[in-house]
């Protein structure tokens, strides 16, 4: 609501501003050029000039004068402000929806309706969280551009292409990834410990639930018990985007030791063999056929716009199993005026996965799920011609071509990459001896 203030207090600024410039130039004119000039713009107020028999004081022209001067002043101030965008900055509030968000700054809701067509293809303006910001920009009392910053490094921008809609575009800015070392002891609990040493709480939870297989972070740690975290983080100048990575974790538990390396968007141990488990390419049972692959540069047939199907579908009739094609825990389990009902499943820090167009959910959010789960039904919900699954796979914030890319599908390092493996290991032990020394 600040936001908004500030951009009203602008435009009275400015209104003041061009008043004051336009009163000093009317004010040099002879009064027969004031009148014949304001009669241009506005001609009501000089018919009280007009009817005026008897000899008018000073004092009383002066009046008539400003009066006919102030709205002409005011008719030019109108005339100006159209000529140039209106840009209303919105700092996103608990509670918050898009389609209140609209109402209260008196945007159309063919421009809302628009919009979240296009958002079919990123479905960013569905998770919209306190504190980002929206920037709409108006010209002629028509919404142009909506940008969505949802970070430093993160934007979304939709812009209108004439009479046919929007478009959008995802900005995401690579900054600068930072490697942070950290060394600790158990002290009392794993996450007390960790956040002593330098992490956050977000990234102690991840460790937790990465290596939550291989140790039991309730029961097993023992006072003395010693870790080794090496984390990247994401700086756009010397700010912080909120973006970080961990690249490594070591922890020495009872003369045993736990580890795990990131290499190739994925978690292994130090002999090679995955911490996670591997993903598999389709979400629904490999008899049904692909009806429509990937293509981020498609084109609306009808209008010609960028329409690009960030996912893959699958000709499934309703009612269809669809299962989860990594593990991971449901971050979103909602309805959308296109999408239909979807599921959105995070898949560690690297992978997220998205199935739309569901007739049936059978997990909610906040639920652990595990690869070939069975998570949802098939449908045809949301806007679509036809019972389709649209299925998605997104990597490090960036939809990818589930079919093809390079994703962990294995449950161990290929042995031509054992090479390659072992210099990373090498590189991540080398930073951790530097902060040693």
Same mark, same amino acid.
């Given at each position: 609501?600040?936001?908004?203030?500030?951009?009203?207090?602008?435009?009275?600024?400015?209104?003041?501003?061009?008043?004051?410039?336009?009163?000093?130039?009317?004010?040099?004119?002879?009064?027969?050029?004031?009148?014949? /000039?304001?009669?241009?713009?506005?001609?009501?107020?000089?018919?009280?000039?007009? &009817?005026?028999?008897?000899?008018?004081?000073?004092?009383?022209?002066?009046?008539?004068?400003?009066?006919?001067?102030?709205?002409?002043?005011?008719?030019?101030?109108?005339?100006?402000?159209?000529?140039?965008?209106?840009?209303?900055?919105?700092? !996103?509030?608990?509670?918050?929806?898009?389609?209140?968000?609209?109402?209260?700054?008196?945007?159309?809701?063919?421009?809302?309706?628009?919009?979240?067509?296009?958002?079919?293809?990123?479905?960013?303006?569905?998770? !919209?969280?306190?504190?980002?910001?929206?920037?709409?920009?108006?010209?002629?009392?028509?919404? /142009?551009?909506?940008?969505?910053?949802?970070?430093?490094?993160?934007?979304? !921008?939709?812009?209108?292409?004439?009479?046919?809609?929007?478009?959008?575009?995802?900005?995401?800015?690579?900054?600068?990834?930072?490697?942070?070392?950290?060394?600790?002891?158990?002290?009392?609990?794993?996450?007390?410990?960790?956040?002593?040493?330098?992490?956050?709480?977000?990234?102690?939870?991840?460790?937790?639930?990465?290596?939550?297989?291989?140790?039991?972070?309730?029961?097993?740690?023992?006072?003395?018990?010693?870790?080794?975290?090496?984390?990247?983080?994401?700086?756009?100048?010397?700010?912080?985007?909120?973006?970080?990575?961990?690249?490594?974790?070591?922890?020495?538990?009872?003369?045993?030791?736990?580890?795990?390396?990131?290499?190739?968007?994925?978690?292994?141990?130090?002999?090679? &063999?995955?911490?996670?488990?591997?993903?598999?390419?389709?979400?629904?049972?490999?008899?049904?056929?692909?009806?429509?692959?990937?293509?981020?540069?498609?084109?609306?047939?009808?209008?010609?716009?960028?329409?690009?199907?960030?996912?893959?579908?699958?000709?499934?009739?309703?009612?269809?199993?669809?299962?989860?094609?990594?593990?991971?825990?449901?971050?979103?389990?909602?309805?959308?005026?296109?999408?239909?009902?979807?599921?959105?499943?995070?898949?560690?820090?690297?992978?997220?996965?998205?199935?739309?167009? &569901?007739?049936?959910?059978?997990?909610?959010?906040?639920?652990?799920?595990?690869?070939?789960?069975?998570?949802?039904?098939?449908?045809?919900?949301?806007?679509? /011609?036809?019972?389709? &699954?649209?299925?998605?796979?997104?990597?490090?914030?960036?939809?990818?071509?589930?079919?093809?890319?390079?994703?962990?599908?294995?449950?161990?390092?290929?042995?031509?990459?054992?090479?390659?493996?072992?210099?990373?290991?090498?590189?991540?032990?080398?930073?951790?001896?530097?902060?040693?020394?």
């Amino acid at each position: 609501m600040s936001s908004i203030k500030n951009n009203k207090l602008q435009l009275v600024l400015v209104w003041v501003l061009l008043t004051s410039v336009l009163l000093g130039i009317v004010a040099l004119l002879p009064l027969s050029d004031k009148v014949e /000039t304001s009669s241009v713009i506005k001609a009501a107020p000089i018919t009280t000039i007009a &009817l005026i028999d008897e000899p008018v004081s000073p004092d009383e022209a002066s009046a008539t004068n400003s009066m006919v001067t102030e709205s002409a002043v005011a008719s030019i101030a109108v005339e100006l402000a159209k000529s140039y965008p209106k840009i209303i900055n919105y700092v !996103i509030q608990k509670g918050d929806t898009l389609g209140a968000i609209f109402e209260q700054l008196d945007l159309s809701q063919k421009s809302l309706y628009q919009i979240l067509e296009v958002d079919l293809n990123v479905l960013a303006l569905d998770s !919209i969280k306190p504190g980002q910001m929206l920037i709409f920009t108006e010209f002629e009392g028509e919404l /142009t551009r909506l940008e969505l910053q949802i970070s430093l490094a993160q934007q979304v !921008i939709y812009k209108r292409q004439g009479d046919s809609g929007f478009e959008f575009e995802q900005v995401n800015v690579d900054g600068e990834w930072r490697e942070h070392s950290y060394i600790g002891q158990i002290e009392y609990s794993f996450s007390g410990s960790a956040k002593k040493a330098g992490l956050s709480l977000f990234e102690a939870q991840f460790i937790a639930s990465l290596l939550k297989d291989k140790i039991n972070f309730s029961r097993d740690f023992r006072i003395g018990d010693t870790f080794k975290v090496l984390v990247s983080r994401q700086y756009i100048g010397d700010q912080l985007t909120g973006e970080n990575r961990i690249d490594a974790v070591s922890i020495n538990n009872r003369s045993r030791n736990i580890s795990a390396y990131l290499y190739e968007g994925a978690y292994y141990d130090e002999a090679g &063999l995955s911490i996670e488990r591997a993903f598999v390419r389709r979400p629904v049972s490999s008899k049904y056929r692909i009806s429509s692959s990937f293509n981020p540069k498609r084109l609306h047939p009808v209008t010609g716009l960028l329409r690009p199907h960030n996912g893959t579908d699958f000709a499934t009739p309703i009612g269809t199993p669809v299962f989860a094609t990594g593990d991971g825990v449901v971050s979103r389990v909602l309805n959308h005026k296109y999408a239909g009902l979807y599921i959105e499943i995070s898949n560690g820090q690297t992978y997220r996965t998205r199935f739309l167009h &569901l007739s049936k959910a059978l997990v909610r959010k906040g639920q652990r799920v595990k690869r070939g789960q069975k998570i949802a039904l098939s449908g045809n919900s949301g806007r679509i /011609t036809g019972p389709h &699954l649209h299925y998605e796979l997104h990597m490090r914030g960036r939809a990818v071509n589930a079919m093809t890319a390079d994703i962990p599908i294995a449950s161990a390092i290929d042995k031509r990459q054992q090479a390659a493996f072992k210099l990373a290991l090498n590189n991540y032990h080398a930073a951790w001896e530097q902060v040693k020394s």
